[in-house]
């Protein structure tokens, strides 16, 4: 069975860091893309970042370009959110979830077809 | 980046009534070598993440009911439950994989 299962999320002040920890298993962790998807209270979805199977390539919305970091570690079957300067806008769940897919290819990406319960960032003072 | 837009933003629908939603893309999400169409659906029921429910326009996931489908192509598209039921109340959210990802804004489904 396909699980995920975040965790690391909290309070934090603005300009703080917090680390989300994203485990894996019931398959080839190697073999996928992994994403992180936030949706801010009462808000949508907005794929902030992803890295793909064998680490080679990431990417990261805008809004979060030059303060978090996306990592894995394929050996542990876990991957990672570094979050850094943190601010109030950054406030939401965040899921990670598995794609159906190793890596974007031309453009062209992937859908996301299991998620974890997700785990709640708060950046408040 | 390809924008979605999903219509209405809430609908209520009856039981055992069909209920449609409409998702429209800022550019085609057809891929032309391929014929095939970069967009899925999801289902969100309160204080729960996504479900998966249909990839690639039309194709339903494993164990998701045949009353839910998805038809369409190019820019616009359409997921359909042809019977509601109470379980099926949820935000739905389309999902373009064409270039990049996004989604679309979510369309909250209640029962009239």
């Known amino acids: 069975e396909v699980q995920v299962v975040e965790s690391g999320g909290g309070l934090v002040q603005p300009g703080g860091s917090l680390r989300l920890s994203c485990a894996a298993s019931?398959?080839?962790?190697?073999?996928?893309?992994m994403a992180w998807v936030r949706q801010a209270p009462g808000k949508g979805l907005e794929r902030v970042s992803a890295?793909?199977?064998?680490?080679?390539?990431?990417y990261y919305a805008d809004s979060v370009k030059g303060r978090f970091t996306i990592s894995r570690d394929n050996s542990k079957n876990t991957f990672y959110l570094q979050m850094n300067s943190l601010r109030a806008e950054d406030t939401a769940v965040y899921f990670c979830?598995?794609?159906?897919?190793?890596?974007?290819?031309?453009?062209?990406?992937?859908?996301?077809?299991?998620w974890g319960q997700g785990t709640l960032v708060t950046v408040s003072s | 980046d390809i924008v979605m837009t999903q219509s209405p933003d809430s609908l209520a629908v009856s039981l055992g009534e069909r209920a449609t939603i409409n998702c429209k893309s800022s550019q085609s999400v057809l891929y032309s070598s391929n014929n095939i169409n970069y967009l899925a659906w999801y289902q969100q029921k309160p204080g729960q993440p996504p479900k998966l429910l249909i990839s690639w326009a039309s194709t339903r996931e494993s164990g998701v009911p045949d009353r839910f489908s998805g038809s369409g192509s190019g820019t616009d598209f359409t997921l359909t439950i042809s019977s509601l039921q109470a379980e099926d109340v949820a935000v739905y959210f389309c999902?373009?994989?064409?270039?990049?990802?996004?989604f679309g804004q979510g369309t909250r489904l209640e029962i009239k």
């Open positions: 890295i793909s199977g064998s680490a080679a390539h990431t």
């Open positions: 019931g398959f080839t962790f190697s073999d996928y893309a």
């Open positions: 979830a598995k794609g159906r897919a190793p890596y974007c290819s031309g453009g062209r990406c992937y859908s996301l077809d299991y």
């Open positions: 999902q373009q994989y064409y270039s990049s990802i996004t």
